[in-house]
């Protein structure tokens, strides 16, 4: 990277129609644009914190955050070249392999996917397998087809018959001690405990075994040939973010996810980090010792073998298409750890 680049850069930050945008007047920077899965919230935190702290511009990038929702088609827009990158999962890009379509991974931020299922407390379910004792197991269609499936295939117990539609209330969840529901490590306990007063029972499927990646750096195979440079760039700088997030003063970016998502408050916020923290959900295996992005071949190869197993994906599929170690596994950022 040139001294121009590397040079640090005043930023305006700009929110505007769910966009987030941070630019540097002193010179030109490379636009780039980053799609979100879902609503801004903390689990998206550390691409804000590189906004909002100047980081991308002193990589040399103007970004812009498209932040997902029930009405956003961002991997679309990824495919059809309308954004620059994604926050894509290990699944989507094996499917997208399948398809012929060329959508490459290249950083993980999550090590450990957050889907978790909750269960009552003093119910008799104490650990992972306890949960095949209950009647009823409230969960998505594509976790019924993908993760529950791996529970049967991995547990003794489950079946077809617990299953019923998770409609994303968790009313049915609560009126029934013997049920458990999907959720996210970091937002259904939170309002779950908030309003009824008590705490769920929290399972983590990626501790019991369950292994893709989540919150990924998604882009195409010709971003990745044509753009390594803007690719290496918004990679590290993304992952500096993190850290910064994580471990340093991150109240200017969460004013700007707040802005995106005015429902979003203070309190789920600082919930959500302390989760992150406390189940290694971004510093983990490889992510810990190598930084956080981290990816390998062998993590990748778990998760696609254990889909494999339930015929989610066709053995003679090359995952390897679907993800690249290129960009990451260096210890960016480290040292930004407190």
Known sequence: ???????????????????????????????????????????????????????????????????????????ALLISGKIDFYMGGPQGE???????????DVAAIFQKDPQILIAHPDVGVDKFEDLAKLKTLFLSKDGYLTYFEWMKANFQGFKDEQYKPYNFNPGPFLADKQSAQQGYLTSE?????????????????ADNGYSPYSTMITTTQQMVDAKPDVVQR???????????????????????????NPEITDGQIAYSIAKMKEYGIIESGDGLEKGIGCITDAHYKKFFDEMVAIKVFKPETDYTKAFTTK??????????KK
Request: glycine share 10%.
């Open 94 to 104: 094996i499917s997208a392999v399948e398809q012929g379509i060329p959508l490459v």
């Open 327 to 336: 960009f990451v596994c260096k210890s960016v950022g480290v040292s930004l």
């Open 234 to 260: 918004f990679v590290d700088a993304s992952i500096e973010g993190w850290y910064n997030y994580l471990y340093g003063d991150n109240s200017k970016a969460n004013e700007l996810i707040k802005k995106d």
């Open 1 to 75: 990277m040139s001294n121009r680049l590397k040079a640090l850069a005043f930023s305006a930050v700009l929110g505007l129609g769910g966009t987030v945008a941070a630019t540097a007047p002193s010179y030109a920077l490379d636009k780039v644009t980053y799609g979100t899965n879902w609503l801004a919230q903390a689990e998206h935190g550390g691409f804000y914190q590189a906004v909002a702290d100047g980081t991308y511009a002193k990589y040399g990038l103007d970004v812009s955050i498209v932040q997902g929702g029930p009405n956003a088609a961002n991997n």
């Open 189 to 205: 306990p939170y309002e779950i405990q908030k309003q009824t007063g008590w705490e769920p029972k929290v399972f983590l499927l």
